[in-house]
Every structure is written in C-alpha cells, then in structure tokens.
C-alpha cells in the first residue's frame, strides 16, 4: 500500500497569509494525486487533482505542485473561508489512501 | 444538479449488519465508478470501496475486505455499502462519491454525498 504523509498536522496563520501544506507519498505516484478541502461538520470538496489541476470553481489563489513522491499545496493569500483541514490523496492505485491531514487554524 | 444523499446509518451492536444507500441524481450513473469513503470521530478520511460504472469490477480496503459489499442498482440510480460482522471501528461518518469523468480507473472524487452515520456499540 502506498502511505501518505502530510505535514505539518496543523499550522496557525493569518489572513493574507502564505501557506503550504506538503504531502509525501511512500511510494513514487508519477502526478496521481489529489488535494481536498474539508470544513467542520462537512463533506471533503476538490481542489485540485493530478498535482497541479484546479477543480472548476475553485479560487485561483490554491494551487499544487509536485511529483514523485513529494507534493506541495499552496494557498497564495489566506481568506477567512479557508480555514479549515486539506486532507492530500493518492490516485495512482488501489487501495486509495489520504494522508493524515492538516488544520489551518486562525492565529 | 448532481447530487448524492446517503441513507441507512444508525447504531448497531458489535457483529450486526447495517446497508448503507447512496441515492444519485443529475448524472448518467452507470457511467461513472462511485466510491464510499469513511471518517472515524475526529480523525482522517479512509476509503472503503468502489465499484465499476456497470458493477462489473469492486475494490476493497483490507480493513472491510471478506465484511463489506458494494454494489448498485442502475435502474434506481442507487449505490449500496452491505456491512456486515461491524467492529467497534467501524464506527464512522460514510460518505459515498463519484468520480469527475466517465471513465473506469479514475481514482478521485468530485461530488459528495453529506454523509450518513455509523454507530458500533453495545
């Protein structure tokens, strides 16, 4: 199975802010991941998959990078609807796995 | 609109069965593979399942592998999670989704349901 680690767990930051979020997998995926957002009591939302596509609909200020087995979510200026736990996922194959998960926090 | 509303969630005792539904709408839903993806209180997302557009091909985690069965009914535009032999970590919110492209081996999610939760307890 391919592990997905995401780090930091947390991270406390301001709006305005520049954020990244990193996501290592255990073993190379080639661009065959995704990035989702979720908010308290609510469904994940996509942000992004194959690494570095925005989803329709999602503020251009989200972006991703990587390949291999390293990959980077940034969110350029932090607004306050993105406070909330991005959660990275490998799409390469089967059995699916999501890293760990990382809380933005207001600071 | 696309949609996706689960149905079925409850509390069972350890070793019960419960199904879970998945009832779809504004998509052609034999086209695309659906998954169902669960989240323990306080804690990440795992998936579960997934199922072929026509049901031909499933996929298991380990963790439910031998308990749980997917499936779905294209006439009624529903997905299904059959759990069987329920641990006390099983215990968690279900959401199923679909995926973006109507295709076989597309492996992420666009649309999520809202969730439907399972209780394990005596």
Same mark, same amino acid.
């Given at each position: 199975d391919i592990q997905m680690t995401q780090s930091p767990s947390s991270v406390s930051a301001s709006v305005?802010?520049?954020?990244?979020?990193?996501?290592?997998?255990?073993?190379?995926?080639?661009?065959?991941?995704?990035?989702?957002?979720?908010?308290?009591?609510?469904?994940?939302k996509l942000l992004i998959y194959s690494a570095s596509s925005l989803q329709g609909g999602v503020p251009?200020?989200?972006?991703?990078?990587?390949?291999?087995?390293?990959?980077?979510?940034?969110?350029?200026?932090?607004?306050?609807?993105?406070?909330?736990?991005?959660?990275?996922?490998?799409?390469?194959?089967?059995p699916l796995t999501f890293g760990g998960g990382t809380k933005v926090e207001i600071k | 609109e696309v949609?996706?509303?689960?149905?079925?969630?409850?509390?069972?005792?350890?070793?019960?069965?419960?199904?879970?539904?998945?009832?779809?709408?504004?998509?052609?839903?034999?086209?695309?593979?659906?998954?169902?993806?669960?989240?323990?209180?306080?804690?990440?997302?795992?998936?579960?399942?997934?199922?072929?557009?026509?049901?031909?091909? &499933?996929?298991?985690?380990?963790?439910?592998?031998?308990?749980? &069965?997917?499936?779905?009914?294209?006439?009624?535009?529903?997905?299904?999670?059959?759990?069987?032999?329920?641990?006390?970590?099983?215990?968690?919110?279900?959401?199923?989704?679909?995926?973006?492209?109507? &295709?076989?081996?597309? &492996?992420?999610?666009?649309?999520?349901?809202?969730?439907?939760?399972?209780?394990?307890?005596?």
């Open positions: 305005g802010d520049r954020v990244t979020v990193t996501c290592q997998a255990s073993h190379g995926i080639r661009t065959w991941l995704a990035w989702y957002q979720q908010k308290p009591g609510k469904a994940p251009s200020r989200f972006s991703g990078s990587g390949s291999g087995t390293d990959f980077t979510l940034t969110i350029s200026s932090l607004q306050p609807e993105d406070f909330a736990t991005y959660y990275c996922q490998q799409t390469d194959s089967f | 949609q996706l509303v689960e149905s079925g969630g409850g509390l069972v005792q350890p070793g019960g069965s419960l199904r879970l539904s998945c009832a779809a709408s504004g998509f052609t839903f034999t086209n695309y593979v659906m998954y169902w993806v669960r989240q323990a209180p306080g804690k990440g997302l795992e998936w579960v399942s997934g199922i072929s557009g026509r049901g031909r091909s &499933t996929f298991y985690a380990d963790s439910v592998k031998g308990r749980f &069965t997917i499936s779905r009914d294209p006439s009624e535009n529903m997905l299904y999670l059959q759990m069987d032999s329920l641990r006390a970590e099983d215990a968690a919110v279900y959401y199923c989704a679909k995926t973006p492209i109507p &295709t076989w081996g597309v &492996t992420y999610m666009d649309v999520w349901g809202k969730g439907t939760t399972v209780t394990v307890s005596s």
